[in-house]
């Protein structure tokens, strides 16, 4: 009998990252090189491309009676479209409400990641920021996007003289928003737009200083003097997406900012109320997967306990029936155990997709807006982000080629584009759900003061982009969050669940190559001289019907020593060490002993694999006459703004973003933040090409 109580925990384990002291002692020559490549890629993007032009991803407004049902199959229903673009955004229908379930009064602190956004080009790693409160965090980027407001967002004067400047010792000069700063030649460029008049030079003398500039002002838009009839800049998401890809890709400001990243709601607490039916595996009675199948009555649409028990709320939906996740019977922090995210103006979460490319669903507590950009899951388009990875950092990918794992780089969506990848945006505001989909490269930033939280799912579709991650994870030595095998072997224990013909084919069709794999690699070591011991050995069988916590630490201890791939259905030893085991593709790099002294475990004969495949064949022939949901064709035609996004495209022109902090703050006046301070967020105007 199933135990009934709380899910145990596992956190994932962390990337294992090449050896990071090749970056840490790279020669001069080489930084130069690196600097060099860096002011390269600048000079090849082509800022031409205006950002409003990228378009917007798809948005859907379900029904009371659509979003009633479960999310995923209302996900599965809007997929033929929104995976076209990657990622989509659903809104909720009036009455949509959610208690906010944190304690904004707690003690409780949360760590920070420090982000010099004007080097999120160049794939260097965040390093530590503050450990803030709720409340000390809000305290803290409300005064942050005041500063920024402030600054950059004075009302226009009824004068034609220029306003006051704000010079720096570079010789840079920021005002009304705009940043100048001399080139070599006395030029002025201004936030990386256009070459502007030279800065009058300054007599040096005993009294001056040869960084002494003259206060100038140029206007954001023309390079023209401020006249009276201009209008003032307003708060906007188009406005601050402007600024702060001319921070990203000019680095004409040093900005840094402490973003509260991967926050752990098992031990911080979720804001999303937790069921009291046992569906999330942070609920002190999470039940076994047989009673959230129960037909147990739903609560009414807005009330308290539809909250708690809807699978909208994140804590839930990784247990939906449709989701493949709820096998996990093991909280996995990030995949089936949300994560908060508080962010602050400009804080960025840069350009990923999932562990083992799920998908993956974000809500929009409080605060202000977010800015996402989505890349179409093909794989046409992911390799094409590579490849600009590639071009544009190639010496830091020869020392770290897993970057793209580190999720520590951001270039510009239209450098995207003009390198030929497809990209689109999404503005998600308050109360809004974001979708991502299998394979699919996401990132963006935020606007001002918010709060977030994300957790994965995984529909039975998701079976193709599973064995490309696996494989892509064997390539790169990357554990993964959970054994493909064990997951891919587990669906098809569960065969009679399967909903369609074309989920019954691709299973077949992976068990199958699995099997053939498997096979003939037997055979292959067997007649090289490894001992088969399967016979005098008695192994533990795989236990299929769920991945609990004992399954788990059983898989630990059978990673493969060089490709960390879990081997689930059998693995080579050595009497060399009690611990060492490999996968029987690289069973040759274990250790120099004689193949005599090496020996095969095998957890699963022939017979079961060949029944596993039976099984979905049956399943898939009482299948023939339903009608089942076609896959997606992948088709490579430019995007265009999806149907539905006239709305969020002037929202984004016009929308005054908020600066307010997400609770009441009992010092309403917020200190003045030093631009010194590099833990907090600030912001210093710099020559362009910041590395040191």
């Known amino acids: 009998m199933d135990q009934i109580g709380p899910s145990p925990k596992r956190q994932r384990v962390p990337t294992e990252r090449y050896v990071q002291s090749l970056a840490q002692h790279r020669s001069r020559s080489e930084e130069m090189e690196l600097k060099i490549a860096m002011e390269n890629s600048k000079s090849v993007q082509s800022r031409d491309t205006n950002l409003a032009d990228i378009p917007f991803g798809p948005v859907f407004h379900p029904s009371v009676e659509e979003f009633s049902q479960d999310p995923l199959k209302y996900i599965e229903a809007i997929r033929p479209l929104a995976e076209k673009y990657g990622i989509c955004k659903i809104v909720p229908p009036a009455g949509w409400d959610p208690p906010f379930a944190l304690d904004v009064d707690s003690d409780k602190t949360f760590s920070t990641k420090d982000q010099s956004i004007h080097r999120l080009q160049e794939g260097i790693s965040f390093g530590d920021g503050k450990d803030y409160t709720i409340k000390g965090y809000q305290k803290m980027c409300s005064g942050w996007s005041k500063e920024w407001k402030a600054k950059n967002y004075s009302p226009a004067k009824p004068t034609n003289s220029s306003p006051p400047a704000t010079a720096f010792s570079n010789g840079s000069v920021i005002s009304n928003g705009v940043t100048a700063v001399p080139d070599l030649n006395g030029s002025v460029i201004t936030n990386g737009l256009c070459p502007a008049p030279p800065i009058p030079s300054t007599p040096s003398g005993p009294q001056s200083s040869r960084h002494e500039s003259t206060s100038v002002h140029i206007s954001a838009q023309t390079g023209s003097t401020n006249l009276a009839h201009d209008e003032p800049k307003k708060f906007t998401p188009e406005n601050l997406e402007r600024e702060y890809w001319d921070i990203v890709e000019t680095q004409t400001q040093s900005i840094d900012v402490d973003y509260g990243n991967d926050v752990d709601t098992d031990s911080f607490g ?124 190639s010496i830091k990918m020869r020392d770290v080629p897993d970057l793209l794992h580190h999720i520590t780089t951001s270039f510009s969506p239209r450098l995207l584009q003009n390198e030929g990848v497809r990209v689109c945006k999404i503005l998600q505001k308050e109360g809004e759900f974001v979708i991502t989909f299998p394979r699919a490269f996401h990132g963006g930033f935020s606007f001002g003061p918010n709060v977030g939280e994300a957790v994965n799912f995984a529909l039975q579709d998701w079976i193709p982009h599973a064995v490309a991650a696996n494989e892509r994870y064997r390539s790169f030595g990357r554990p993964s969050v959970f054994s493909h095998d064990r997951l891919v072997y587990t669906m098809a224990h569960h065969y009679k669940e399967l909903r369609t013909k074309e989920i019954c084919h691709n299973l077949i069709q992976e068990l199958t190559r699995l099997k053939e794999e498997e096979l003939l690699l037997r055979k292959k070591l067997i007649s090289a001289g490894v001992r088969d011991v399967s016979g005098d050995v008695e192994l533990p069988p795989n236990r299929l019907d769920k991945l609990d916590d004992e399954s788990a630490d059983y898989d630990d201890k059978r990673l493969c020593h060089s ?130």
């Open 563 to 692: 490709c960390k791939h879990i081997c689930f259905f059998s693995a080579v030893c050595c009497e060399c060490s009690d611990s060492k085991v490999s996968c029987l593709r690289h069973s040759h790099y274990m250790c120099r002993c004689h193949i005599s002294r090496k020996f095969m475990l095998v957890w699963t004969p022939e017979e079961e694999m060949k029944d596993a495949i039976a099984n979905v064949r049956k399943r898939m022939s009482e299948l023939e006459g339903s009608n089942s949901q076609s896959q997606a064709v992948p088709t490579y035609e430019s995007l265009v703004d999806a149907p539905g996004t006239e709305k969020d495209r002037e929202e984004y022109k016009v929308l005054e973003v908020s600066v307010e902090p997400l609770c009441k703050i009992e010092d309403d006046a917020v200190p003045q933040l030093e631009s010194s301070d590099v833990s907090v967020c600030s912001s210093v105007s710099a020559a362009s090409g910041a590395l040191a």
């Open 270 to 393: 979720s804001a999303f109320p937790l069921s009291d039916k046992g569906r999330s595996v942070n609920s002190s009675n999470f039940l076994s997967q047989s009673s959230v199948h129960d037909d147990l009555a739903e609560p009414a649409f807005g009330s308290d306990d539809y909250y708690k028990e809807t699978f909208w709320n994140l804590n839930n939906i990784p247990n939906s029936p449709y989701s493949v996740l709820r096998h996990l019977k093991i909280g996995v922090n990030g995949i089936n155990v949300p994560w908060l995210y508080f962010g602050c103006l400009f804080s960025t979460f840069c350009w990923h997709n999932e562990d083992n490319y799920m998908y993956s669903i974000n809500y929009h507590h409080k605060g202000a807006p977010k800015q996402w950009y989505g890349v179409p899951g093909t794989k046409h388009d992911a390799d094409g982000v590579e490849q600009v990875f590639k071009k544009f950092l």
